[in-house]
Each structure stands twice: as structure tokens, then as C-alpha cells.
């Protein structure tokens, strides 16, 4: 398999204004080499320039910037000797973290829990991304309790999902511009099933499966518990119109001849990013180009914070190029363990062959309570969205009265902030929070090998003086660090 390439070009793009500060001023006291690699690790920190993917040759690049190839050259030179690139004789040289920076950038930030004695448990889980159930989930229950008695006469195990609620999804998929009917629906143990389910039938062991970068991480786990591998492509979050690298899809499904990528469009978790038209439309072209499926992650496609939602992606599809998954956890409640797939009945009937290898169907009573909660959709999601909507705004208030030199990624919906530190330290605080009262996911858990160092997620599900106390004690915790991983890079000194 051939070595995935950044071409010159993009990495152009990702640089920017590589020679500046962050006042727009030209560095001119630092060489131009030391500021070239340092504006290359930090697209590595920020999982922009992926592990394992190759940088252009010191002559492209050179040609690109504009500069002389000594200054690539020593730029290259002084990651190498930092960890940051590796190279082998006769290969271009692939991006890397230095050992130290690997290691504890791979621990889950959670893994602390273990080491908490019970009086010591946080007060505030900023972990998930999730909201307490909404006062209608009472009625819903109580409708679906009333409604049972037609299924005690079977046996109650459907793999396929009880008719009223695929008929209620393929209603809401056709209404929102996808025409779909009761046979393409599979409803599932939550979209995290649905995603696994699919792997399964469209992957095979060491086969590529594209990802978002960030991505949603129990998605990453998932795709590598079947043998596949994780290929991120990473996102544009300074260009919210942007967003997705087209392009960078495009060619990483060619030169990894990837068979399946696995995209939250609709307001990634955890940008919050949300995929234009356009895109859309041409994400459907790449799929049938490279003749890789596309597996859609709708789980928080219900809340749109600002603007309005496009057309779903797979109504771009001309034929099964995009698969779609979806979930009652975040439009309704997390202990709904509802979900679905939107396929076409050949892939349904495939899917179908291999469940009972897994579960023998979804809970007919979550399933009653879930076509009760669609059919009130619309007041119940309205009023989420107005909390979300104040959540986030007490939040990106506390953050900018507390940590002022945190920037925040606002995306167009979702549950949550994409936050870039000054620094990478997202490990190192999420260790120490918990000291502080507060449970964190650290940026890597949303990437692959260490990226994300410079992130950190932040939800806004918890009540407005929740979130300013979180704040807060994350600003006490953040002040007790020694950034040493923010160190700069030390000049080559040539003998």
C-alpha cells in the first residue's frame, strides 16, 4: 500500500501565515527555518498533519513557500531531531510524535477514575456530551406501556424493528428532501450498533475506513475492533464555511483505495461543524468515483443551533454509495437506546444476516416510546434547542472571562465546543481536573495517535451554573501546569 502524501499545496494552505505572530507581525528575529517547524508541529499537535502521512519533498515545498530549499531542508532536519518526522533512505519522511508525546497522549483521559478514592469522585462530568431526558419521556413511556399488549402474543424479538416506527422514520426522512420507504429502515441498539453493524458487512480486516479528524471516539474504537484502520482526514475548523477537505477525501480514498468512510456532517461531534450543499453534493461524487461507501452519522442532526439544516447527504446519492445511521440518545434522551440505519432493502437484507450474531433485536417498549416522542418531535426539539442555544452562550461567556486566551470553535449545532488551548497540554489538564471537581475528554480521545493535544472538548449540556463553575475550576487547573511540551523547538546548531 502506497504512503499517503500531504502535496505541497495543502500544506501551504495549512501553514498560512507561517512567518507571522499571532498579531500579524512578521517574525524576523527567528530564522525561517525554526518558524517553518514550528508551524509544522503544530499542525501535528492539531492532528492537521496526520501520523504515518508523508510531507512534500523539501523541493516542492520549497517551490510552493517561495523559500530557498536550504530553509525546508533544516526545517525537516529539526523535526527529525525532535520525534516530529521519521526517515528511511529512499523514502520521503512521514510525521511522527516523539515517544514521550505519543505515550501520553494515547491515555484515555477516563483512565483516572481508577485511581479516585469515592470522596474524591468530580462534581461535574464535562465527559459526555448529553442531556437529561425532557418531561415528555414520562408520556412516551406511558403511551408505549399502553400500546404492548399488541406484541405480548409474539415472541417480541424483531431484528428488523416493529413497523410503526420504520414508518415513522422513513415518514421524517422523506419529509426532510430523502424519499425513503419502511423497507430501507433497520432500527438498531443506538447508532453506535447501526455503525458497527455496517463495519462488519463493508470492511475487512486491515482494510482503510476514512475518518473525520476530529471524529466522535467510540467511532475510531469501533472501526479498529474490526480489523480496519483509521485514516483521518482532517477537518477546516478556521474555515467554518469550508469545513470538510473535499480534496484531502478525494485523495486519501485514492491512495489508501479506502472501502468505507465513516462522517458526522451534521454538526460533527465534536466541532459542531456542519457540511454545506455543495459539499454534500460533491461528497456523493467522491463516494461513487472511488467506489467507497460513505457511512453518514446523523445522531445530531435534530439540533441545529444556528441557520438551517441542508438536505440530508445521502440525498446526494444517485445509487448506495451513502449509508446513513441515526439515534434517539441525542435528540431525545442517552438512555434511549434507540437507533436506526437508512440503507437500500439489498443491504438491509445483508445486515439482517449477520445481527443475529450480535442481538436478536431492539426493545419493543424503547421502540413504542420512540415513535411516540417522533410524532411530538418538533416541541420537544424546539425547546433543546432554545437551552442549547443559552447553554452555549453562558459558556463561550465563562470561557472568555476566565480562559481569554482559549479559542473556541463555534460550529452551527451540536452539543459541544471544539476549544484550542495556547498550548499542548489537553492531557496533562485532564489529569489534573478532576482535582479541581471537574471530569474532562482530553483532544486526543478524538483522534488518532496523539493528535489533538492542542484541543480540548467542552460540552454544553449541564445548566448554566454548572458550566460557569466548570469554567472556573478549569482555569484554577489549567493556572497549576508547566506546559512542557509547549516548549519551542531548539535551533540546529551546526558545528
Known amino acids: 500500500m502506497a504512503i499517503r502524501v500531504i502535496s505541497a499545496a495543502t500544506l501551504t494552505r495549512d501553514l498560512g501565515r507561517w512567518r507571522h505572530d499571532e498579531n500579524g507581525d512578521k517574525r524576523a528575529a527567528r530564522p525561517a527555518y525554526l518558524a517553518l517547524a514550528e508551524s509544522i508541529r503544530l499542525l501535528i499537535h492539531d492532528g492537521r498533519a496526520p501520523l504515518g502521512v508523508a510531507l512534500p519533498s523539501e523541493r516542492d515545498l520549497a517551490t510552493t513557500l517561495s523559500v530557498s530549499r536550504t530553509t ?33 497522549g494515547a491515555k484515555p ?19 459526555y456530551a448529553a442531556m437529561s431526558a425532557p418531561p415528555e419521556m414520562n408520556e412516551a413511556y406511558s403511551t408505549a406501556l399502553q400500546g404492548i399488549p399488541l406484541y405480548l402474543g409474539t415472541h417480541g424479538m424483531d431484528p428488523v424493528g416493529v413497523p410503526p416506527l420504520r414508518e415513522a422514520l422513513a415518514r421524517r426522512y422523506t419529509e426532510r428532501g430523502l424519499p425513503t420507504e419502511p ?19 463493508l470492511t475487512a480486516p486491515a482494510e482503510r475506513v476514512l475518518i473525520d479528524h476530529p471524529t466522535y471516539p467510540n467511532a475510531i474504537e469501533a472501526i479498529r475492533d474490526v480489523g480496519a484502520r483509521p485514516v483521518p482526514v482532517p477537518l477546516l475548523p478556521e474555515h467554518p464555511e469550508a469545513g470538510w477537505d473535499l480534496d484531502g477525501i478525494r485523495s486519501a480514498a485514492r491512495q489508501t483505495a479506502a ?16 457540511m454545506s450543499e455543495r459539499d454534500r453534493a460533491e461528497l456523493a461524487a467522491i463516494a461513487r468515483d472511488t467506489r467507497m461507501t460513505v457511512i453518514v452519522d446523523e445522531s445530531m442532526v435534530d439540533l441545529q443551533l444556528d441557520g438551517e439544516n441542508p438536505p440530508p447527504a445521502a440525498a446526494f446519492a444517485r445509487g448506495s454509495e451513502i449509508v446513513t445511521i441515526g439515534s434517539a440518545s441525542k435528540s431525545f434522551w442517552g438512555g434511549l437506546r434507540v437507533g436506526w440505519i437508512r440503507a437500500t432493502p439489498t443491504l438491509i437484507t445483508k445486515l439482517l444476516g449477520i445481527r443475529s450474531t450480535v442481538d436478536l433485536g431492539t426493545p419493543v417498549m424503547d421502540q413504542l416510546a420512540t415513535v411516540h416522542l417522533l410524532e411530538h418531535a418538533d416541541p420537544i426539539l424546539e425547546h433543546r434547542r432554545d437551552q442549547l442555544r443559552s447553554r452555549r452562550a453562558t459558556l463561550l461567556d465563562a470561557l472568555a472571562e476566565e480562559l481569554p486566551d482559549w479559542h473556541a470553535v463555534t460550529g452551527a449545532g451540536g452539543m459541544s465546543l471544539w476549544v484550542q488551548l495556547p498550548t499542548p497540554v489537553s492531557s496533562a489538564l485532564a489529569a489534573v481536573a478532576p482535582n479541581h471537581g471537574v471530569l474532562l475528554a482530553a483532544g486526543p480521545r478524538f483522534g488518532v495517535q496523539g493528535a489533538f ?4 472538548r467542552i460540552p454544553f449540556t449541564r445548566n448554566e451554573s454548572d458550566l460557569r463553575l466548570a469554567v472556573k475550576s478549569l482555569a484554577d487547573a489549567y493556572a497549576t501546569l508547566t506546559p512542557h511540551a509547549a516548549e519551542p523547538l531548539a535551533p540546529i546548531t551546526y558545528y
Open 183 to 201: 423497507d430501507q429502515i433497520l432500527v438498531t441498539l443506538g447508532a453506535q450498533h447501526g455503525l458497527r453493524l455496517l463495519l462488519n458487512v
Open 109 to 127: 483521559a477516563r483512565s483516572i477514575l481508577a485511581l479516585m478514592s469515592p470522596n474524591q469522585v468530580p462534581t461535574i462530568d464535562l465527559t
Open 453 to 456: 493535544e492542542r484541543f480540548l
Open 72 to 104: 525546508v531542508t533544516s526545517a525537516y532536519a529539526l523535526l527529525r531531531e525532535h520525534g516530529y518526522l521519521i526517515s528511511r533512505q529512499g523514502s520521503r519522511s512521514t510525521v511522527a510524535l516523539p515517544p514521550s508525546v505519543a505515550h501520553d
Open 259 to 274: 472501502s468505507a468512510a465513516y462522517l458526522l456532517p451534521d454538526f460533527n461531534n465534536p466541532t459542531g461543524l456542519l
